[in-house]
């Protein structure tokens, strides 16, 4: 599998996981994205 915490855990790092009661929020994966964010912030 491809995921990150993998190689911490192969090294002996510990990792905490939680379940939360809201998802998160939207990703800034683009630069329209940015730009809503932007956005946003400005108000």
């Known amino acids: 599998e491809k995921l ?3 190689r911490a855990l192969w090294n002996g790092a510990r990792i905490h996981v939680d379940v939360v ?3 998160p929020g939207h ?3 683009t630069p329209e994205d940015l730009a809503r964010v932007e956005m946003l ?3």
């Open 4 to 6: 990150e915490q993998l």
């Open 21 to 23: 009661a809201e998802p």
């Open 41 to 43: 912030l400005a108000r």
């Open 27 to 29: 990703g800034v994966d």
